[in-house]
Nanobody, 127 residues
Framework: QVQLVESGGGLVQPGGSLRLSCAAS???????????MGWYRQAPGKERDLVAT???????NYGYSVKGRFTISRDNVKNTVSLQMNSLKPEDTAVYYC??????????????????WGQGTLVTVSS
């Protein structure tokens, strides 16, 4: 009933910057509330790791390896979450996934709690 669409991945040189964005929308029914949003990443052959999270009242949490380099933000009106990535390193290369904990209202006005994921966007840091 809800989809998350990501954008902004690509190839960047070490030391460069990229900005990822993710927009949540209802495919059927409507979104009542979005609680936590955030980003995870998965490098080839590795597990999916936390990058950053943000609550509905803008409290943030970052993975150790990205603190001081990445900044997460959200727009509660547009239902979007963004990740500004600076000082990128080759080890930041991964598929980045956004997620959102959503309370949706179905077509029969029922409330549905969902954890929705984006399709993933590839970030490659290489010279």
């Amino acid at each position: 009933q809800v989809q998350l669409v990501e954008s902004g991945g690509g190839l960047v040189q070490p030391g460069g910057s990229l900005r990822l964005s993710c927009a949540a929308s209802a495919v059927s029914g409507r979104i009542a509330r979005i609680d936590d949003m955030g980003w995870y990443r998965q490098a080839p052959g590795k597990e999916r790791d936390l990058v950053a999270t943000i609550t509905s009242d803008y409290n943030t949490n970052y993975g150790y390896s990205v603190k001081g380099r990445f900044t997460i933000s959200r727009d509660n009106v547009k239902n979007t979450v963004s990740l500004q990535m600076n000082s990128l390193k080759p080890e930041d290369t991964a598929v980045y996934y956004c997620y959102a904990n959503i309370l949706a209202i179905g077509s029969s006005d029922e409330y549905i709690a969902l954890k929705s994921w984006g399709q993933g966007t590839l970030v490659t840091v290489s010279s």
